[in-house]
C-alpha cells in the first residue's frame, strides 16, 4: 500500500490549457480519497498523471515519499477501473481476473491460487467459469475490481466507475463498491462528478473547480466548513441558498441586510458574525434544511410568500419569492404544505449560516 502525495502539481496541455493547476494534497495509507468535481475540472489528468500515463507539466507526484515522476506507469504498482469496465467479452471471468497476472507471467498455480482468493472476496466463485457477456452490471463491477486488485496493487484508481449507470443501479453499485473497498484496505483514489457518491463512500475529498483545489476535507468538513461558495453550491441537494446582503450593526444588535429582508443575528448567529459587522458585498449561504418554516410568526421570523411546493414524501421543498427574480428553497420535514400565494414565516438555524466575499468567493471565516 502507499500514500500519495502531490506537491504543486500543474498540467498544461499544449503549452496554453491549464487543466490542473497547482495541486497540492495528500492521500494517507489506506484511505478511499475521492476527487470531486464538474465535468472538465481536471479531475482524468491529475489521475493520468498519477499513473503515469502523462507527463507531469510541474510539480511532483510522491509515492510513500519518493519522486515517482519519472517512473514509467508498469512501476508503479497501480491498479485502474474505468467507467465502461473493459473486460475482455470473449474470456470467462476466470480469466478475466488472471489476465494481469498471465501478463506478468505468474507460476500457474500461484495465479490460481490468487484468482479463488480474489473471486471468493468479491462472491465471483460461482460464476467463475461463466463468460462475461451476459453478466449483469454489478457482477461485471466486481469482475473489473477483481482484475484490478488480483496483484494487490499499491494504488487503486477509479475514474468514474458508475457515472453511466441509471439512478437506482447506481446507488445499490455504490453501496456494493463501499463495501469492496473497505474490505480490502487499498489505497484508493475514487474520481467522480457526482457529489452523492463522494459523500457517501469516501474517507476524504478534494473538490477541484476549473483546475484549481477547492477543499480538501472529509465530507462532513466540507458539508458543514465550505470553504467558498463554490463548494457550498456544490455540495448538497437541493443547493445552497445565496443572498447578497450586508452584516450592519444597529446599536447592539447585528442584522442581515438584503433587499428583499432583514433578518436580527440571534444567539446563535451573533457571536459567529459580530466581528464581521459593517461588512458588505458578501453572500449569504444557508442550506435549504436550515430554512425553517411556520405558519404562525415567531420572534425574528421574516414574512415571505409561497411560490411553489413539491412534497417529497416524508420532506417537502418549498420555494419561497425574495423578489421578482429570485426565490429562496426551504426544505422542511413532515406534511407542512402551505398554499401557493400564502404568506408564511422563515426563520434560519443560524448555526449553519456562512457568509462568502462577493469578489473571492471565500467564506468569510477564511479570510483572515
Ligand atoms: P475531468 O476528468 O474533470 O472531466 P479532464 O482532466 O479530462 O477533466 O480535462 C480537464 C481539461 O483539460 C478540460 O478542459 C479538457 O478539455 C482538457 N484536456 C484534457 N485532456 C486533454 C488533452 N489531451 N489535450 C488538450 N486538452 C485536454
Ligand atoms: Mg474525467
Redesign the pocket.
Known sequence: MACVELRNVW?I??GE????IDASWECQDGEFFS?L????????????MIAGL?EISRGEILFNDQVVNKLPPSSRNIAMVFENWALYPNLTVYENIAFPLRVRKMPKDEIDRKVKEAAEFLNLTPILNSGVRHLSGGEMQSVSIGRAIVREPAVLIM??PISHLDAGLRARMRDELKKQVERLHVTTLY?T?DQVESMAMADRIAI?NL?EIQQVGTPLDIYYHPRNDFVGGFIGEPPMNFIFCELLQEGDQLFIVTPAFRMQLDDEGKPQFQRYSGSSKLKLGIRPEDVRVRLQPLPNSITLVTDFVEPQGDRTIISLRLNDSDILLAQVLGSLRPDVGQPVYVTFDQRHMHFFDIETGLNIKNLE
Do not use: F
Open positions: 498540467k496541455y499544449g490549457v491549464e487543466a490542473v476527487i468535481g464538474p465535468s472538465g475540472c481536471g479531475k482524468s489528468s491529475t489521475l493520468r502523462e475514474d468514474e474520481i462528478h477541484m483546475g
